[in-house]
T-cell receptor
Framework: GQQLNQSPQSMFIQEGEDVSMNCTSS?????WLWYKQDPGEGPVLLIA?????ELTSNGRLTAQFGITRKDSFLNISASIPSDVGIYFC?????????????FGKGTHLIIQP | DSGVTQTPKHLITATGQRVTLRCSPR?????VYWYQQSLDQGLQFLIQ???????AKGNILERFSAQQFPDLHSELNLSSLELGDSALYFC????????????FGPGTRLTVL
């Protein structure tokens, strides 16, 4: 099945810094989703992207659907303590959803005060 | 709160046993998805039901089965449990068939001893 390479695996940053993470795939995806998961909870949907080149914001979060359809990026501006958690990208491949959503391994965001 | 509920929150059982996990989707959602999250494999799609019918299958073992009832709640049955089945099991729901914006429940943590 498809695989998503998400990087970085973890990030240690200072409060107030901007954050960037990305996902790449060897296959074309027609939907990209970004989720955040806090310890002991389920993933929470942050942003959904449906068109190549699309740039979508949700507050301090901005995500882009890469023009090659094989990658996506998530940026967080001016990080705050509640941004701590694991961020997952997920993709839905072209040709239908027979495989369901494919998830990256996650980016652990740790904010140092 | 995503509106997706899952019970039980925690489950501890022994190898060889069978358990049933339950999920109620968000009001109005017709699709239910099951995912397994383990430390080494990440989030893996297991199976999707839409309006009572199985619509997509992922990496689901033959020992596992699911169903969706007329009231749209779903159950995931895990049998002949092995130590390696210990994981978080998430249910997600979406409005339609197309796997797009999926909303996750809080998960069931299964421990097999």
């Amino acid at each position: 099945g498809q695989q998503l390479n998400q990087s970085p695996q973890s990030m240690f940053i200072q409060e107030g810094e901007d954050v960037s993470m990305n996902c790449t795939s060897s296959s074309i995806f027609n939907t990209w989703l970004w989720y955040k998961q806090d310890p002991g909870e389920g993933p929470v949907l942050l942003i959904a992207l449906y068109k190549a080149g699309e740039l979508t914001s949700n507050g301090r979060l901005t995500a882009q659907f890469g023009i090659t359809r094989k990658d996506s990026f998530l940026n967080i501006s001016a990080s705050i303590p509640s941004d701590v958690g694991i961020y997952f990208c997920a993709g839905l491949a072209s040709g239908g959803g027979a495989d369901g959503l494919t998830f990256g391994k996650g980016t652990h965001l740790i904010i140092q005060p | 709160d995503s509106g997706v509920t899952q019970t039980p929150k925690h489950l501890i059982t022994a190898t060889g046993q069978r358990v049933t996990l339950r999920c109620s989707p968000r009001s109005g959602d017709l699709s239910v998805y099951w995912y397994q999250q383990s430390l080494d494999q990440g989030l893996q799609f297991l199976i999707q039901y839409y309006n009572g019918e199985e619509r997509a299958k992922g990496n689901i073992l033959e020992r596992f089965s699911a169903q969706q009832f007329p009231d749209l709640h779903s159950e995931l049955n895990l049998s002949s449990l092995e130590l390696g089945d210990s994981a978080l099991y998430f249910c997600a729901s979406s409005v339609g068939l197309a796997h797009n914006e999926q909303f996750f429940g809080p998960g069931t943590r299964l421990t097999v001893l």
